[in-house]
């Protein structure tokens, strides 16, 4: 008797079972009809993060292999963690790993708020047109090629450049800045700052606009002046978009771009500017060191995957703002 009811509940389950995946298939059918062209529009981003991020997943097992490039990628011997053991024992891990977050941890303490710091005197402004020209000034930075950046860079900061002409008026010896590995973060990390902080304030000049204005009118009513209002009303207003910046910031404390690194370093500055990205450049490309590269490349997102996590988690248990 049990058993017949047990079978019979199996029964009456599976229909309700096809009637959720049929609804499932009519809602997707629905919405397809309904936002056809969103679909549309989807599909060539899907495709390239299909193409060119989840598809080269498949090469990251060469990081495990004594990859050739006659054999293939299938055909090459496979090393285990041959390729790991030798980066974490080379004796230059501990001056790439110590460049790279020093770099990054100098741009999240001075550069992650510059952009902040200046959205909200952006917001102070109330002349609309010299506003304007503020913040065009701040923005044509981002659009100079970092080559650019890294000539004019070259020119001003030689011996014989405009800064050693200005600093000279003063009775101050030339300096060699970008031949002392002392001032190479300092230029590295302002450099970056003057190139992205008009940029970046322009995410958070968006989220100060989405800020209800009545706020700020019972904050006035209530006796608060300008600073009170930008510390109570705008801060808080904003903070869902600070804390989102900042956690994808932490995923990126193991990575800095190569491209300004290599214009801007060289071997007597290796000990401040070195860098993983850097490493990975010249045994990778200049050493053919395929097998090698893709180890540490993994390495690289793993802890970068493992940082973003870690953030997001204690941001979450300490505020009500997450990423996910």
Same mark, same amino acid.
């Given at each position: 008797?049990?058993? *017949?009811?047990?079978?019979?509940?199996?029964?009456?389950?599976? /229909?309700?079972?096809?009637?959720?995946?049929?609804?499932?298939?009519?809602?997707?059918?629905?919405?397809?009809?309904?936002?056809?062209?969103?679909?549309?529009?989807?599909? /060539?981003?899907?495709?390239?993060?299909?193409?060119?991020? $989840?598809?080269?997943?498949?090469?990251?097992?060469?990081?495990?292999?004594?990859?050739?490039?006659?054999?293939?990628? &299938?055909?090459? /011997?496979?090393?285990?963690? =041959?390729?790991?053991?030798?980066?974490?024992?080379? #004796?230059?891990?501990?001056?790439?790993?110590?460049?790279?977050?020093?770099?990054?941890? $100098? @741009?999240?303490?001075?550069?992650?708020?510059?952009?902040?710091?200046?959205?909200? &005197?952006? !917001?102070?402004?109330?002349?609309?047109?010299?506003?304007?020209?503020?913040?065009? #000034?701040?923005?044509?930075? *981002?659009?100079?090629?970092?080559?650019?950046?890294?000539?004019?860079?070259?020119?001003?900061?030689?011996?014989?450049?405009?800064?050693?002409?200005?600093?000279?008026?003063?009775? #101050?010896?030339?300096?060699?800045?970008?031949?002392?590995?002392?001032?190479?973060?300092?230029?590295?990390?302002?450099?970056?700052?003057?190139?992205?902080?008009?940029?970046?304030?322009?995410?958070?000049?968006?989220?100060?606009?989405?800020?209800?204005?009545?706020? $700020?009118?019972?904050?006035?009513? @209530?006796?608060?002046?300008?600073?009170?209002?930008?510390?109570?009303?705008?801060? /808080?207003?904003?903070?869902?978009?600070?804390?989102?910046?900042?956690?994808?910031?932490?995923?990126?404390? &193991?990575?800095?771009?190569?491209?300004?690194?290599?214009?801007?370093?060289?071997?007597?500055?290796?000990?401040?500017?070195?860098?993983?990205?850097?490493?990975?450049?010249?045994?990778?490309?200049?050493?053919?060191?395929?097998?090698?590269?893709?180890?540490?490349?993994?390495?690289?997102?793993?802890?970068?995957?493992?940082?973003?996590?870690?953030?997001?988690?204690?941001? =979450?248990?300490?505020?009500? !703002?997450? &990423?996910?």
């Amino acid at each position: 008797m049990t058993q *017949h009811a047990s079978d019979l509940g199996v029964r009456r389950a599976e /229909p309700s079972r096809n009637v959720q995946k049929t609804s499932w298939l009519q809602t997707i059918r629905k919405d397809w009809k309904r936002h056809w062209a969103i679909y549309l529009m989807a599909i /060539p981003v899907i495709a390239y993060y299909l193409i060119f991020h $989840y598809g080269p997943m498949y090469g990251l097992q060469i990081a495990f292999k004594e990859y050739s490039p006659a054999k293939g990628i &299938l055909g090459s /011997p496979w090393v285990g963690f =041959k390729h790991f053991e030798s980066f974490f024992n080379g #004796i230059y891990f501990w001056r790439l790993i110590k460049n790279t977050i020093l770099l990054n941890v $100098y @741009d999240l303490v001075f550069g992650f708020p510059a952009a902040i710091v200046l959205a909200l &005197l952006l !917001n102070e402004i109330r002349q609309a047109r010299f506003k304007r020209v503020v913040q065009s #000034i701040s923005y044509l930075p *981002h659009f100079v090629s970092i080559v650019v950046v890294a000539g004019l860079m070259v020119d001003f900061l030689s011996r014989t450049g405009l800064v050693n002409q200005i600093i000279g008026i003063f009775g #101050i010896e030339p300096i060699d800045f970008l031949k002392e590995a002392g001032w190479f973060r300092f230029l590295f990390v302002s450099s970056g700052i003057w190139q992205g902080i008009g940029w970046g304030s322009i995410v958070y000049l968006a989220a100060i606009s989405t800020i209800d204005p009545t706020l $700020y009118e019972a904050g006035r009513m @209530d006796g608060a002046n300008r600073w009170k209002q930008t510390l109570h009303i705008t801060i /808080p207003g904003i903070m869902p978009t600070i804390v989102i910046l900042f956690i994808l910031q932490m995923g990126n404390m &193991l990575t800095v771009g190569s491209e300004k690194v290599l214009l801007l370093y060289n071997p007597l500055t290796y000990d401040t500017a070195d860098v993983i990205s850097t490493y990975v450049y010249r045994k990778g490309v200049l050493e053919a060191s395929y097998g090698f590269t893709a180890a540490v490349g993994l390495f690289n997102s793993v802890i970068s995957f493992i940082l973003i996590v870690t953030a997001n988690t204690v941001v =979450k248990r300490i505020s009500e !703002n997450k &990423l996910w």
